[in-house]
């Protein structure tokens, strides 16, 4: 009996065994597959910095009232121009045969209020808001030396005999444009030649002395 118990236990054993090692190599395959699928993921989006634009430049206004002042653009500032007086003087040629000039003289040959400049260059002036036409109260006149003096000619008549002397001086135009209430910008066509100019407020022609806003350019060379 114990005997055949236990042969009856081997074979039960081996047989165990047989069915393991046949189960154990089944490998299921599943399908196969060429396209390898990736979670997407999406990138952050990069925000585009809007370009700034420049600050806006706010023109300088005049302090005083009826008084030129260069405009440095540059610096973005007004300079005060040399404040002075003029003499209307008559003066008759050869005792009025050759005619009368009236004309304004300044003291001293130079201003010494200069600028350096090539390029046309524009004044700003305030008004107190009754001024019509700007042109018709200030003019702006190019003065030359003469007997340690600044003087520019108004108006000339001619005499009996030929005067072929040549005027000295002269008048410079200008435009005028309004850049905020009762605030003008005075700008040239062409850029001023060297010399000695100066605006003069010309409002009551009876008188006999008159406030002058001087300057001078100095031309720069262009080496």
């Known amino acids: 009996m114990t005997i055949r118990f236990q042969q009856l236990l081997l074979i039960s054993l081996l047989s165990y065994s047989a069915v393991a090692q046949t189960t154990s190599s ?6 196969k597959y060429d396209t390898i699928i990736r979670k997407h993921v999406d990138k952050p989006v990069v925000k ?9 430049v ?8 009826n008084q030129p002042y260069y405009y440095d653009k540059d610096g973005n500032k007004l300079v005060k121009l040399e404040t002075t007086t003029a003499q209307l003087l008559t003066k008759k040629k050869t005792l009025g045969l050759k005619g009368a000039k009236q004309f304004f003289s300044m003291d001293d040959v130079s201003s010494k209020v200069r600028f350096t400049s090539k390029q046309n260059i524009v004044f700003f002036i305030k008004t107190a808001g009754d001024v019509i036409d700007l042109t018709s109260y200030i003019k702006l006149y190019k003065f030359i030396a003469e007997d340690q003096k600044r003087v520019v ?3 000339s008549k001619e005499g009996l005999l030929n005067n072929n002397e040549e005027e000295k001086g002269k008048q410079i135009s200008f435009s005028v444009k309004s850049i905020s209430p009762d605030n003008y910008m005075i700008q040239f066509s062409d850029p001023l030649e060297a010399g000695e100019f100066g605006f003069v407020w010309v409002k009551n022609m009876d008188l006999k002395e008159f406030t002058v806003f001087a300057f001078a350019i100095d031309w720069k060379s262009s080496n």
């Open 48 to 56: 585009q910095t809007a370009k700034q634009a420049p600050p806006e």
């Open 153 to 155: 000619t108004i108006t």
């Open 26 to 31: 089944v490998v299921k395959k599943g399908p």
């Open 58 to 65: 706010v023109l300088p206004v005049p302090e005083f009232v």
